[in-house]
Antibody
Framework: QITLKESGPTLVKPTQTLTLTCTFS??????????VAWIRQPPGKALEWLAV???????RYSPSLKSRVTITKDTSKNQVVLTITDMDPVDTATYYC????????????WGQGTLVTVSS | DIQMTQSPSSLFASVGDRVTITCRAS??????????LNWYQQKPGKAPKLLIY???NLQSGVPSRFSGGGSGTDFTLTISSLQPEDFATYYC?????????FGQGTKLEIK
């Protein structure tokens, strides 16, 4: 079955770079039509899509974070890595990775999420 | 970006009630007979769960009391007879284009 799990620091200081890793199983990101996205949710607020990377190395970013975010994949390790530079307290959120099938695009499998707090 | 607007933002209902949540997109999200609108349920401290994809298709394992409809820019999620486990927050999301965007959520609470 498909599982995803986020890992990374729980606390970062303002201006630092955040690096989160999504480790997944049950599918391969070399399979045509598949992608892994990152979505975040500030405490008590709505979901915000951040980025996606697809099987063919195509990627898309949220315009609001485009200058600060990078998404990469390591197919051999079944991992997707998200980096966000210049972190600010408003970036405090639970960060989720999720599986997307481009053929019927929706987020059908999610990781459990990881809470990242930005504070000095 | 396509803006997704849900109404109401919160809703009080009782077990057994029929409830409908509305989602409006800022532009059409139809393409080639498909409509790229999904619904998720989220409970406190948990990841969202996909309920309905492509407007009206029930995700595997989701009870049939959940249904979705609509086209173009206006969509609905209906729960035919509320059960205790349905009290949660619901989000719509468009997958017509990137950036993918979510509605602001509808919190369904017990009356």
């Amino acid at each position: 079955q498909i599982t995803l799990k986020e890992s990374g620091p729980t606390l970062v200081k303002p201006t630092q770079t955040l690096t989160l890793t999504c480790t997944f199983s049950g599918f391969s990101l070399s399979t045509s039509g598949l992608g892994v996205a990152w979505i975040r949710q500030p405490p008590g607020k709505a979901l915000e899509w951040l980025a996606v990377i697809y099987w063919d190395d195509d990627w898309r970013y949220s315009p609001s974070l485009k200058s600060r975010v990078t998404i990469t994949k390591d197919t051999s390790k079944n991992q997707v890595v998200l980096t966000i530079t210049d972190m600010d307290p408003v970036d405090t959120a639970t960060y989720y990775c999720a599986h997307e099938d481009y053929g019927a695009p929706s987020f059908d499998y999610w990781g459990q999420g990881t809470l990242v707090t930005v504070s000095s | 970006d396509i803006q997704m607007t849900q109404s109401p933002s919160s809703l009080f209902a009782s077990v057994g009630d029929r409830v409908t949540i509305t989602c409006r997109a800022s532009e059409s999200i139809n393409s080639y007979l498909k409509t790229y609108l999904n619904w998720y349920q989220q409970k406190p401290g948990k990841a969202p769960k996909l309920l309905i994809y492509a407007t009206s298709n029930l995700q595997s394992g989701v009870p049939s009391r959940f249904s979705g409809g609509g086209s173009g820019t206006d969509f609905t999620l209906t729960i035919s007879s509320l059960q205790p486990e349905d009290f949660a927050t619901y989000y719509c999301q468009q997958s017509y284009t990137t950036p993918r965007t979510f509605g602001q959520g509808t919190k369904l609470e017990i009356k």
